[in-house]
């Protein structure tokens, strides 16, 4: 079986736990590709929850080699709690793997993360502040500390000593916050990190991968966040500093495009955001917030409120077209069950013109209103729903709807966060 991609194609948070979690039961191999503990990807087995931050949510297989990509930023103290909090509810955790590759989040990171929001005001684009950012900016200025950097104690001394003496300067002088960082002190906290993770680092984890894939093993590479959080097809400068898009995938686990047999797109049936930027579709007021209570819709990583929206097309014919998407798994219809009217955002509106595409520069995209199609509600019960033909005719329609949208086929329909919960079409 050719290799798979697990893609957001909205705003984040639609959902690619649960998909990814449910794919795994066939797979060989997950690995995540980018971001690092600002996602938050909720598997729900049972009654129990867990939300993940750093480790593939294919993790609740024991069969399942779960990596930790090469475009992964990890915070070394996070993933050692989430290994912890894994292992206490009975996961062995045998299975994970980590890149060497992998660059490493520093509490530098995360206070320059916090001061550069500050620093924003009115223009802050509502971070996780957990210092990815910073941490990629380092990576991509070939600054960055990589895991294989800890186990080097000359090399890990003398790139931290450079980095604290740098972030010192600007944490102190451009953003005045007055803070300490003794090099010591970090290098003695990581070195404990570096000592219990060593069994889970891997040389060449792109090899890794590489030899999986000649074996016809089935793997499956994970992304966090969505696409319009990504770094270059986003809404910029509000979005996060990876590229969660499909493209994304190739480089943050080191495989060839021509490996790539299917691209699965996570859809809400609906749309979310946490943090601030544009957000065409937004509903504002009680309809809005009965939404989000209904879907449970606070940050499975800060608890912030996620703002609620109508199910937007133009972003869909966008996540289509950049992630080349071959199937969908739509998640949260039943979150909709209840609603008598649905909206659907089929264009939007730009200068008195009807326009398909979704502008990326954020000033037109301001200037954009859209075009809803107006159709009922199916107002039925779907979450105990096993089989398409079950669903109520109103809600295939609007499955259809969505699919007519993205031009791709709906192969997943998730109707409720429990694994089981769930049509294969
Ligand atoms: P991710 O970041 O894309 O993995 O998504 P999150 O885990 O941040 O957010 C999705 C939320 O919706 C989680 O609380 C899931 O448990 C929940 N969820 C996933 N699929 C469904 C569904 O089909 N219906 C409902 N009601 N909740 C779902
Ligand atoms: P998952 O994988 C939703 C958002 C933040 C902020 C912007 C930049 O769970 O879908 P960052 O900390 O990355 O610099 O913040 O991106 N954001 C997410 N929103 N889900 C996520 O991950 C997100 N990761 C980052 O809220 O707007
Ligand atoms: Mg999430």
């Known amino acids: 079986m050719p290799v798979s991609v697990i893609v957001g194609t909205q705003w984040g948070d639609e959902g690619k736990g649960k998909i990814t979690d449910l794919l795994s039961r066939d797979m060989d191999m997950v690995v995540r590709y980018q971001g690092g503990n600002n ?54 955790v045998e299975n994970l793997r980590i890149s060497s590759q992998a660059h490493i989040i520093f509490p530098y990171h995360r206070l320059m993360d916090k001061a550069q929001e500050k620093k924003l005001e009115a223009g802050r684009i509502g971070t996780t502040s957990r ?61 404990g990190y570096a000592v219990a993770l060593k069994k889970y680092v891997v040389d060449e984890s792109s090899t890794l991968v590489d030899e999986a894939v000649a074996k016809n093993k089935n793997v499956l590479l994970e992304g966090a966040q969505g696409t319009m959080l990504d770094v270059d097809h986003g809404t910029y400068p509000f979005v996060t ?60 990583t800060t608890g912030r409120p996620r703002r609620c929206g109508w199910f937007d097309g133009v972003v869909m014919r966008h996540a289509s077209k950049v992630n080349g998407l071959t199937h969908l798994a739509v998640t949260k219809l039943d979150v909709l069950d209840d609603q008598e009217k649905i909206q659907v955002c089929v264009a939007y509106e730009y200068k008195g ?72 079409i």
């Open 131 to 191: 210092g990815i950012g910073p941490c990629y900016v380092d990576k991509y200025n070939r600054r960055g500390i990589r895991v294989s950097d800890l186990y080097n104690e000359k090399i890990f001394r003398e790139k931290l000593a450079w980095n604290v003496i740098e972030k010192l300067f600007m944490l102190n002088k451009f953003y005045n916050m007055k803070t300490e960082l003794s090099v010591d002190e970090i290098i003695n906290e990581y070195s």
């Open 241 to 300: 500093s990876s590229n969660p898009t499909a493209g994304g995938a190739c480089v943050g686990s080191g495989i060839g495009p021509k490996a790539i047999g299917a691209v699965i797109g996570v859809v809400k049936a609906y749309v979310t955001r946490v943090g601030s930027g544009p957000f065409p579709t937004e509903i504002p007021g009680k309809v809005g917030e009965d939404l989000r209570e209904k879907g449970g819709e606070y940050g499975a």
């Open 353 to 424: 013109k009807r326009i398909n595409d979704f502008p990326t520069d954020i000033h037109r995209l301001a200037e954009c209103k859209p075009i809803y199609e107006e159709v009922p509600g199916w107002q039925q019960d779907t979450t105990k729903i096993k089989e398409y033909a079950d669903l109520p005719q109103k809600a295939k329609e609007y499955l259809e709807k969505l699919a007519g949208l993205a031009n791709a086929k709906i192969s997943l329909v998730s109707v409720g966060a429990e694994r089981g919960q769930i049509i294969r």
């Open 39 to 92: 996602a938050g990807h909720t598997v729900v087995i049972k009654d129990a929850t867990f939300k993940l931050h750093l480790i593939p949510s294919g993790i609740f297989y024991n069969n399942v080699m779960c990596v930790i990509g090469n475009g992964v930023v990890v915070d070394l103290g996070v993933l050692i709690q989430e290994i912890e909090t894994l292992k206490a509810k009975g996961f062995a």
